[in-house]
């Protein structure tokens, strides 16, 4: 009986390791269709085919699940981003920046997830840093409890922490709380 049990669950474990774990992919070619600067953006024009995806870039991901996919779209860019009131700030020797995304639901699945979750920036040195919570002069704050009817859409800012002297070179977004397979890249000009 312990002999029967115990190979259960290995079985079950390695098929959860086995779907867990499907290739890991970097998408950064924007969509042609979607992708355009928007005001307010550091790109000036839309990015010309065969370069990596920047802001004002759409780039189509999908989720784990069949029907989960999002045009993700980072709007604005803003560093530093500003505090919203006296009382919260980065720590010392840090400061905030922060990207506002747009996800439109274009798969056939609802999105319900915690979309700050499966973001964060790295920079020009490969430091890679995760959201913090933060209210900003920029905008509102992303939803922390997205629910994302098919061609329904979210937008809202996520603010990340970085050290005073970071040149933030990326900015990276995967669905399922950044356990989907599929991740998305945007180069910071």
Not at 155 to 160: A, F, I, P, S
Request: hydrophobic letters at 40%.
């Amino acid at each position: 009986m312990r002999t029967h049990h115990a190979a259960s669950l290995l079985g079950t474990a390695a098929a959860l390791a086995l779907t867990a774990c499907s290739p890991a992919e970097i998408t950064t070619k924007p969509d042609t269709a979607a992708s355009s600067p928007a005001a307010g953006t550091t790109s000036a024009a839309p990015t010309p085919p065969g370069q990596a995806a920047t802001i004002g870039d759409t780039l189509t991901l999908k989720g784990n699940e069949d029907g989960e996919q999002l045009a993700v779209t980072i709007k604005k860019w803003a560093d530093p981003a500003q505090s919203e009131d006296d009382f919260m700030k980065p720590d010392d020797g840090k400061r905030w920046v922060a990207a506002q995304f747009e996800l439109v639901n274009t798969g056939t699945a609802v999105y319900s997830d915690s979309p700050s979750n499966g973001t964060q920036v790295a920079d020009d040195q490969g430091q890679q840093f995760q959201t913090t919570f933060a209210e900003i002069t920029a905008g509102p704050a992303m939803t922390s409890a997205a629910k994302v009817a098919p061609g329904a859409k979210v937008l809202g800012w996520v603010t990340y922490e970085v050290p005073k002297d970071s040149k933030i070179a990326k900015v990276q977004f995967t669905m399922n709380s950044g356990f989907a397979s599929q991740t998305g890249e945007w180069t910071v000009k």
